[in-house]
């Protein structure tokens, strides 16, 4: 479905679709239509999203859920109340570095997590008419845009959020957007997050990382961060404990450097057959809408904490 009528019967030749549409209400009313996907302007999620709940479809809508808690609750309300699943597009959860990084943390070989950073930034010029670049559209810059998905990744690793302090602003470039964004996060195991977003950094120059340090060793991954499925990681552990007295002999433990290298996975392809198998086995996605909200309750507290420069505690 498309507004342009020659752009939706041009994609619908392509993959071989018996129909196509223009209006949104025709798409709805189709009996044969099981699910959507919802990749329009952040600011149309929550009427188009509840309009699907009500129509009895399956949804997958792309992030955030919407650009308040409230109307985040209202459409996750709706789904509940019609019977449909709801998944929301944090598909760097099913990248398979940072699910093996999962598995990783997990079985404790890390020891205790108790640092996390994600970093995602891209150059993003003005673009007359991008909608990215309308706060009433998009709902932020970088920190909306990209911090999401870092924040999400986060919490998949190490846990709930219970207060965040963070710092944004426009320095580069002269959208009503902020283009640069750092939120710490304080989790309730007492580890501690960075996510660093930024609009003005050069693609080239982005490394896009992903870092856990725990008690026994850290997480270090490059260029798994993105729309890519890409990227390298390293686990490095410590072999034996450091007592005291080794520490006064100044003798280094062994350090154990092992790369990962897990067959590859396309994310979308992996979000869209894990979205299928929920519908088809009435499980619940593991990015639900539940967990959208908390995370648009998390960058809602950091635009807050930004503007009134102190710590916000988030109620998740």
């Not at 009500?54 to 859920?65: R, T």
């Not at 998944?87 to 999962?102: I, N, S």
């Not at 970093?119 to 010029?125: E, F, G, K, R």
Request: glycine fraction near 8%; charge should be negative; hydrophobic fraction near 40%.
């Amino acid at each position: 479905m498309d507004l342009s009528e020659s752009i939706s019967r041009k994609i619908a030749a392509k993959y071989g679709v018996k129909r196509y549409y223009t209006k949104e209400e025709d798409l709805l009313n189709d009996p044969e239509v099981n699910a959507v996907y919802i990749a329009t302007p952040n600011y149309l999620h929550v009427q188009q999203s509840i309009a699907a709940a009500e129509h009895g479809k399956h949804i997958l809508c792309e992030k955030p859920l919407a650009l308040t808690v409230e109307d985040c609750e209202e459409i996750v309300a709706s789904s509940r109340r019609n019977g449909v699943k709801l998944q929301v597009g944090f598909m760097m959860r099913f990248h398979a570095c940072h699910q093996e990084a999962l598995r990783i943390i997990k079985q404790g070989l890390i020891g205790r997590p108790v640092m996390g950073r994600a970093q995602l930034t891209c150059w993003y010029p003005e673009i007359p008419g991008a909608w990215r670049q309308d706060p009433k559209m998009g709902g932020g810059g970088s920190l909306m845009d990209m911090g999401i998905h870092c924040i999400d990744l986060l919490r998949m690793l190490l846990g709930e959020v219970e207060e965040v302090s963070a710092f944004t602003d426009t320095v580069v470039f002269s959208y009503p957007v902020e283009d640069t964004s750092i939120v710490t996060l304080r989790f309730d195991n007492e580890a501690y997050g960075v996510v660093d977003n930024f609009f003005n950094i050069p693609d080239a120059a982005a490394q896009n990382r992903l870092e856990v340090y725990g008690t026994k060793g850290c997480i270090l991954a490059d260029g798994t961060i993105g729309q890519e499925s890409a990227g390298k990681m390293k686990v490095y552990l410590q072999e034996e404990e450091r007592g005291y007295e080794a520490a006064q002999r100044r003798e280094a433990a062994g350090i154990q450097i092992r790369e990962i290298s897990p067959t590859p996975v396309n994310m979308y392809r992996a979000e869209v057959e894990h979205f299928i198998k929920c519908i088809q086995e009435d499980l619940e996605p593991i990015n639900s809408g539940y967990e959208a909200l908390k995370n648009q309750k998390i960058v809602l507290a950091a635009y807050e904490s930004s503007s009134k420069r102190k710590r916000i505690k988030v109620n998740l």
